[in-house]
């Protein structure tokens, strides 16, 4: 496992146990959609991405990440790594920035947006050979990377449109980011993407309804 890996996950345990114990730094550093237009705090548009709502969500965020790091790692480089992972938590906390603008009430923070581009980066390089599973079932019950891409964006889209008390998911961060790892890619092996462009089109269907719902519909504004 590639150094930078290991580095970007111990800062995060360190940091997202340093702020679940102390309120004040969680508070500063949590996405917030107030504190960053009334108060231009953008810092937070990064900076929630290091923070964790408890150990399970710190756990299970950097699980994935060091399990989909490898095929990134060896596609891109340690920079192309590190801009996806990046760039995907800002624009999945932009995301949610432009579609909750009206709820200055509205918070988030996880490292999601970052985990999600980096697992349909890896889905964008081969989304029918490359299988998605789900953590403590067998490999047998595995699932084409495209066919995973539908469901994650069907249901996220889904919960957005129709959006459930007490869910505590921000799923717009994990579209943001999830929709940079997947443009990211395309944009970097063009060639790979056109000989792909039937299941990528598949998978993101929801993507494009939901730009419809949001942008021509004005649905979530």
């Known amino acids: 496992m590639n150094t930078v890996v290991i580095i970007i996950i111990a ?8 702020a679940l114990n102390d309120i004040r730094m969680f508070e500063k550093y949590k996405f917030n959609v107030g504190a960053i237009q009334q108060r231009k705090e953008y810092f937070r548009l990064l900076s929630a991405g290091f ?3 408890d150990f399970i969500h710190l ?5 994935v990440l060091y399990m989909f790091s490898p095929a990134i790692l060896y596609a891109f ?18 995301f949610s920035l432009l579609i909750y603008k009206n709820q200055s009430w509205y918070s988030a923070i996880g490292a999601s947006g970052g985990v999600a581009g ?15 599973g789900i953590i403590f079932l067998p490999p047998a019950l595995s699932i084409p990377g495209y066919i995973f891409g539908l469901l994650y964006f069907g249901y996220s889209v889904y919960s ?5 008390s007490h869910d505590n998911i921000g799923h717009a961060a994990h579209l943001g980011g999830a929709f940079f790892g997947l443009i990211y890619t395309i944009i970097v092996f063009p060639q790979v993407a056109l000989s792909n462009i039937l299941f990528l089109g598949i998978m993101s269907l929801p993507l494009i309804y939901l730009a419809y719902e949001v942008f021509i519909r004005k649905r979530i504004n």
């Open 59 to 63: 756990a299970l965020n950097m699980y």
């Open 77 to 94: 480089g340690v920079s192309g790594f590190l801009i996806i992972y990046i760039a995907s938590i800002l624009l999945g906390n932009l």
């Open 51 to 53: 923070l964790h709502a």
């Open 11 to 18: 800062v995060t345990c360190i940091i997202s146990y340093l």
């Open 118 to 132: 980096i697992i349909f980066a890896s889905v964008s390089l081969d989304p029918v050979n490359i299988k998605i």
């Open 160 to 164: 957005m449109l129709k959006p459930r």
